[in-house]
T-cell receptor
Framework: DADVTQTPRNRITKTGKRIMLECSQT?????MYWYRQDPGLGLRLIYY???????NKGEISDGYSVSRQAQAKFSLSLESAIPNQTALYFC???????????????FGPGTRLTVL | QQPVQSPQAVILREGEDAVINCSSS?????VHWYRQKHGEAPVFLMI?????EQKGHEKISASFNEKKQQSSLYLTASQLSYSGTYFC????????????FGQGTRLTINP
C-alpha cells in the first residue's frame, strides 16, 4: 500500500463549486504539505502543518483553506473554485525526527484538478 | 526568492552527461534535489548542506558552491531511466520550515 495517498486522483468541476482534496499518510510523519504544480512554475507551497494544531500559509494560500483532522490526514479546500486553480496538486509529508535539514519529503501521487 | 534552474530543458542521447544548475540570489543553508518522472510524484534524490561534502547516488552526484549560492546536479553516462523533471528546493537557514522549489529542468534521454 502507498504511504501517502490522495483522493480523488482526478476531478473536473465548475467555477464557483466547493472542492475538497484529501491526503492521508501511514508513514507516521508529523509534517504535511500541500503543493500546487503548474507547467514552468515548479512546485509552489499552498499550506503546511507541523502538527494537528499548527497550520501555516505558504506562498500561494489565497483562495485555499486546509484542515488537519488528525496526524495522518490533511485536507485542502477550494471554497469557490476558479479556472486559474486548474493544476496538479500534491500532498507531501516529512518527519521532523530525522533532523532539521534532513527531512526528506515524500509526495503523494497527485490530484489533477480542472475547473471549467 | 524562488531559486532559478538552468537549463529549463535539455535533450541528450543515452550515455551523454548532463549538468543542471540551481542558483539563488540569497545565501543558502541547504539544497534538496528531487526527480519527477512523467505522470508520477517527485522523488527525493539528495540533500546538500552548507559546508557539506559533494553527494552522490549511483551515477548522479551534486555539489554546493556556497560562495556562488549555486548547486549543480551531475548526471554521468545518462540512462533512459534518468528522463524526467528535476527540481531543486532550497532553505536559507537551518531552521527554515519550508522548501522553496525552482521551476524545474526537463531532461529527455533518447536512445
Amino acid at each position: 500500500d502507498a504511504d501517502v495517498t490522495q483522493t480523488p486522483r482526478n476531478r473536473i468541476t465548475k467555477t464557483g463549486k466547493r472542492i475538497m482534496l484529501e491526503c492521508s499518510q501511514t508513514k507516521g510523519h508529523d509534517r504535511m504539505y500541500w503543493y500546487r504544480q503548474d507547467p514552468g512554475l515548479g512546485l509552489r507551497l499552498i499550506y503546511y502543518s507541523f502538527d494537528v494544531k499548527d497550520i501555516n500559509k505558504g506562498e500561494i494560500s489565497d483562495g485555499y483553506s486546509v484542515s488537519r483532522q488528525a496526524q495522518a490526514k490533511f485536507s485542502l479546500s477550494l471554497e469557490s473554485a476558479i479556472p486559474n486553480q486548474t493544476a496538479l496538486y500534491f500532498c507531501a509529508t516529512s518527519d521532523s525526527i530525522a533532523g532539521g535539514p534532513n527531512n526528506e519529503q515524500f509526495f503523494g501521487p497527485g490530484t489533477r484538478l480542472t475547473v471549467l | 526568492q524562488q531559486p532559478v534552474q538552468s537549463p529549463q530543458a535539455v535533450i541528450l542521447r543515452e550515455g551523454e552527461d548532463a549538468v543542471i544548475n540551481c542558483s539563488s540570489s540569497k545565501a543558502l543553508y541547504s539544497v534538496h534535489w528531487y526527480r519527477q518522472k512523467h505522470g508520477e510524484a517527485p522523488v527525493f534524490l539528495m540533500i546538500l548542506l552548507k559546508g557539506g561534502e559533494q553527494k552522490g547516488h549511483e551515477k548522479i552526484s551534486a555539489s554546493f558552491n556556497e560562495k556562488k549560492q549555486q548547486s549543480s546536479l551531475y548526471l554521468t553516462a545518462s540512462q533512459l531511466s534518468y528522463s524526467g523533471t528535476y527540481f531543486c528546493g532550497t532553505k536559507r537557514i537551518q531552521g527554515a520550515q519550508k522548501l522553496v522549489f525552482g521551476q524545474g529542468t526537463r531532461l529527455t534521454i533518447n536512445p
